[in-house]
């Protein structure tokens, strides 16, 4: 089964609750991905599905750029890490010029093909780990990527030196940064407890200060 079978199979097509305009292919408790272990997707040869859940940092985001569509309006955007694609289908339904959504893993490009039909939308996909990489970007967005210390560290680093603004989405994981940052929103954002450890997330919306150094 190609990914793009796979995905169609396992998910249904909703909307996140913070983000009713879009549209994603989600899994529920109603479908298969949702019960299976990790040790079966990868007896499967399918990686770790963050594609199929909409992460509460990334619904903060998108609603954000919904909220106030200036952020993007007619700006070229990398939507980076971006999973089920949310943050970049909300920023071309905001207006942007143009969208890449950059995510290693091959079914969440997949999913973001399918996401971005499904709005009506066109965002651009890649799998490369375009962390370090330049890029004539003129804004790049970030959605729930501090939940592991080398990967934040790595991308915040980055961020830091490039010029650009940059856009966060985070609800307090462990390794987002604590200073060169300005809170831009802030949402309670409804999400899955077998995911999380509550039902309800406090999420902000922030920007990466300029010059902030590594944070």
């Not at 793009?4 to 529920?28: C, G, K, M, Q, W």
């Not at 949702?34 to 963050?50: F, I, N």
């Not at 996909?125 to 959605?143: E, F, H, N, P």
């Not at 830091?160 to 954002?189: C, M």
Request: glycine letters at 8%.
């Amino acid at each position: 089964m190609n990914p793009a079978d796979f995905i169609r199979a396992n998910t249904e097509l909703l909307s996140p609750p913070l983000v009713p305009e879009v549209l994603l292919h989600l899994a529920t408790e109603m479908v298969p991905l949702w019960r299976k272990s990790e040790e079966e997707l990868q007896a499967m040869g399918v990686p770790p599905p963050y594609w199929a859940f909409a992460w509460a940092g990334g619904q903060a985001l998108a609603r954000y750029l919904l909220d106030n569509p200036a952020a993007v309006r007619g700006k070229s955007v990398l939507d980076l890490g971006s999973g089920s694609g949310l943050v970049g289908i909300a920023a071309m339904k905001a207006g942007a010029r143009s969208v890449l959504s950059a995510d290693i893993d091959r079914y969440a490009a997949a999913a973001i093909a399918l996401n971005a039909h499904a709005n009506d939308v066109a965002v651009d996909t890649t799998t490369d780990d375009l962390i370090g990489r330049d890029g004539a970007w003129d804004i790049v967005l970030a959605g729930d990527l501090c939940y592991e210390r080398p990967l934040a560290e790595k991308l915040l680093v980055w961020l830091s030196a490039r010029k650009g603004t940059a856009l966060l989405g985070d609800p307090g994981r462990s390794y987002f940064p604590k200073s060169g940052i300005e809170r831009l929103a802030l949402y309670n954002v409804q999400v899955t407890r077998d995911l999380e450890d509550r039902e309800i997330r406090e999420t902000g919306v922030y920007r990466l200060l300029t010059g902030a150094g590594p944070v």
